[in-house]
């Protein structure tokens, strides 16, 4: 259903307005509005597209009037990232790129949703207290970064959203105008060397960071995920096991959660060193 919408919003910009006003105007699709708007963007260019961009948004805007900054974040977020794409036609360069636009959120949340911020972080606080009502001093010492943290965590998710919503955008115009471009381009994906280490380091370091500069590290990982599952597709594709590889690999992500992002980024950082795909093609040749 979804796909045929988006295949609708192609035949003329009149079509993608509407697609997009619509699904941005119901909460829980705006999701589907920032990718329709990205398609847009990847199909015709941002300078075609604007007019689309312009009054397709409006609803975003209503909702930020409201009090809810995610559908405008998510759908100008998605968009940027599309016009990244679009212009250096680099997936790599757009997802670091994705991580800077989080760091962005980061520091405007806090201007943008204030009241929501200081009850989430008073809730965390309350929970990590009498979690750790034992060892107080651990508690005093891990105090100071649980706010940064609780918005960092928020500013992580909408980023991982807005970079769904532009690889959904991505793998709709292969589909439409270029078949399997998709598979190829993503199967691919591997990071430099340089940010994943860089990356993986301040993890490594994080608890002697400054408690603002902690709160940017799960932003910072949201590239390393997206190339750990990357690297995922593109072994099972190389080998031609199946989608119930997949199917499997995407329930463990929802059991494991956490626990399985840190093991993507650990892949991530492993293939950016030794190329663990191109050995294996290397190998089976």
């Not at 508690?139 to 991982?160: E, F, N, R």
């Amino acid at each position: 259903m979804f796909t045929a919408l988006a295949k609708w919003s192609m035949d003329k910009p009149l079509n993608a307005i509407i697609a997009i006003v619509g699904t941005l105007l119901v909460p829980l699709l705006f999701w589907l509005g920032a990718a329709l708007m990205a398609l847009s963007i990847l199909r015709h260019g941002a300078k075609e597209a604007a007019n689309v961009v312009l009054w397709g948004s409006l609803p975003a805007f209503a909702w930020l009037a409201m009090g809810d900054s995610t559908p405008l974040l998510t759908a100008l977020g998605a968009s940027t990232l599309a016009i990244i794409l679009r212009s250096s036609i680099d997936l790599r360069l757009t997802l670091m790129s994705a991580s800077g636009i989080g760091v962005l959120i980061y520091f405007a949340l806090p201007m943008l949703m204030p009241e929501v911020l200081v009850e989430v972080q008073k809730q965390s606080e309350a929970m990590l207290a009498e979690a750790l009502k034992d060892n107080l001093e651990l508690w005093h010492s891990i105090q100071p970064k649980v706010g940064p943290l609780m918005v960092g965590a928020l500013a992580a998710v909408q980023t991982m959203v807005m970079v769904l919503c532009l690889l959904l955008a991505r793998w709709w115009q292969a589909a439409f105008y270029n078949p399997g471009g998709y598979s190829e381009e993503f199967h691919a994906l591997k990071l430099p060397v340089g940010y994943v280490s860089g990356v993986v380091l301040l993890l490594f370091f994080g608890s002697s960071l400054p408690p603002l500069i902690s709160g940017i590290l799960p932003i910072l990982t949201i590239p390393l995920v997206i190339a750990g599952v990357a690297f995922v597709h593109g072994i099972v594709g190389m080998k031609n096991l199946g989608k119930q590889w997949l199917f499997a690999f995407y329930i463990s992500v929802f059991l494991l959660g956490p626990y399985l992002f840190t093991l993507l980024i650990f892949i991530s950082l492993i293939d950016s060193v030794i190329d663990i795909r191109g050995r294996l093609k290397d190998t089976a040749e």
